[in-house]
């Protein structure tokens, strides 16, 4: 039974997610000379490149067959690769004093300004260490059974390497209405990015369906039959060959942005997933973990966020500038393009 959590106590429960079976796909030519462990973290989103090379140590991972042993292999292309996730054991969400940006809070909700490089809940290779984590430690008399029992508070997500704000639930009564929000497509959620190329006509709607890949069940994609996606953007300024735009989601589909993007030709600048093409770029200019690491941060930022307060029915907007490290990357692009720094976040 779950109980309401106190300082320093774990409330262990059983997760209910279904056993995991292996996953197969073969190599694909851009692999080819690829780190195991590395593409394994690429195919897997919810796998860390950490956790990849323990799976690999454990024989949980084979190249044609065989077992891998040395998460330093280097793959051929067409290698088939096969990857056994173990089932999760029964575990427990524990309290964690983990520091946390909170930009507004009251006794219904917090507002938080997440960094890149957390992940918002448990999961497999991401046990400790999350936003989760941290606000049952912020929030001792949190309610826990809202939602989903491993996910209390989450209203929404954003990516490990997706910065800014996210709403969380301190309360049963307000997860349902900010869910009720979220469901009817009236909580304002508004991103910055810097994308590859530059989008033409430089304001558009992208109406497309987002489902998993059929080729790389690990990756979404745009899928005919797949959940209707909706996209707005619009360009804020295009340099030499990036462009800085504004995306506003309708919907809120995994990866909706970075798929969406990717699929009209103008992936995000760092996104390792689908966006390797421009990896080599954010790496020149300085994002963290970019292009040598698989898994560095891709420059998408959670600007605005903006809904209906649940007790009192008023609306608000908050807003998180560009974190430093994107703020440095987004100068740099304007200097070599001749242009001023005259966008303000």
């Known amino acids: 039974m779950l109980r309401r959590l106190h300082p320093g106590v774990y409330i262990s429960f059983l997760m209910q997610l279904p056993p995991f079976k292996p996953t197969e796909w073969p190599a694909g030519p851009d692999e080819a000379g690829e780190r195991l462990d590395r593409a394994v973290a690429a195919h897997l989103p919810e796998v860390s490149r950490s956790y990849a090379s323990n799976l690999i140590e454990r024989g949980a991972v084979s190249v044609n067959g065989a077992a891998a042993l040395k998460a330093s292999h280097r793959l051929t292309a067409g290698d088939l690769i096969a990857v056994e996730l173990p089932a999760p054991a029964p575990s427990g969400l524990a309290a964690e004093k983990i520091p946390l940006s909170i930009v507004y809070e009251d006794s219904d909700l917090l507002v938080v300004d997440k960094p890149a490089g957390m992940v918002v809940h448990p999961a497999p290779g991401h046990r400790g260490g999350t936003l989760v984590n941290a606000l049952l430690a912020h929030v001792p008399n949190l309610e826990l059974d809202m939602g989903d029992e491993a996910r209390p508070g989450i209203v929404h997500r954003l990516d490990k390497d997706t910065s800014g704000l996210i709403v969380v639930a301190k309360r049963r009564a307000a997860h349902e209405a900010l869910s009720r929000q979220m469901a009817a497509r009236t909580m304002h959620k508004e991103y910055l990015a810097v994308v590859r190329g530059k989008p033409q006509p430089p304001a558009a709607v992208i109406e497309a369906p987002i489902a998993r890949d059929p080729n790389n069940r690990q990756r979404m994609a745009v ?46 600048l760092g996104d390792a997933v689908y966006g390797k093409g421009t990896l080599k770029d954010a790496a020149a200019l300085g994002m963290s973990g970019a292009g040598a690491e698989a898994g560095g941060r891709q420059f998408l930022h959670a600007h605005k966020l903006g809904f209906t307060m649940p007790s009192t029915g008023e609306w608000r907007e908050f807003e998180s500038p560009l974190p430093r490290e994107l703020a440095r990357v987004l100068a740099q692009l304007q200097r070599r393009s001749g242009m001023h720094a005259n966008f303000t976040s």
Not at 239 to 250: A, G, H, M, P, Q
């Open 223 to 268: 899928v005919e039959g797949g959940r209707p996606a909706r996209t707005h953007y619009t360009v804020e300024q295009a340099f030499d060959r990036y462009s800085l735009v504004s995306c506003t989601l309708e919907t809120g589909r995994t990866h909706q942005i970075r798929v969406h993007m990717a699929a009209i030709g103008h992936a995000i």
